[in-house]
């Protein structure tokens, strides 16, 4: 068994970006009394958001029961929105865990993927978020800080019911 993980690292992106340390685009969208939403930092498009533990956890298995049972509404909304968002097709959710083939801070990357994304990568699934890095085109910042008052302005709605 692993020794617990401190709840803050220092360095860790996920951490200090959390932290204020270093600044989200956007800044924080929402929150839980476990998890916390960012817009994604990086090349994966305009509405990809960031869910991740407030503490520091690098394996799923290590959630506490508290981060396990608030996680999946936290999905289904986070991906609703940002579907919304941008008028997505479909919206991935993926759990990203590595930086140098090393576990790191946890996140799941919620990304809405428009049919326009897919012609201009010419590709889907993992292949476009390949594509996505590969080209390395983050959206400017003024739109994200825009997209980002919208979807804190969805998170505050009551949730929909399916």
Known sequence: MRA????????CEACDLSTGRVH???????ETSAWLVEHCVGPMGLGAL?????RHVTHV????DDEADELGP???????IAGDLVGAEQVYNC???????R??????????????QMTRHGSHGPLLQVA???????PPADVVERIADRARALFREPPTAP
């Open 4 to 11: 617990a993980e401190p709840s803050d690292v220092v360095g």
């Open 24 to 30: 989200p685009p956007g800044g924080r969208i929402f």
């Open 50 to 54: 960031i869910v991740k533990p407030r």
């Open 61 to 64: 298995a290590e959630l506490s």
């Open 74 to 80: 936290l999905l289904k909304r986070a991906s609703k």
């Open 95 to 101: 759990l990203w865990s590595h930086a140098g083939g």
């Open 103 to 116: 576990p790191v801070h946890l996140h799941y990357v919620v990304q809405p993927v428009t049919d326009d």
């Open 132 to 138: 996505m890095f590969v080209n390395d085109e983050p």
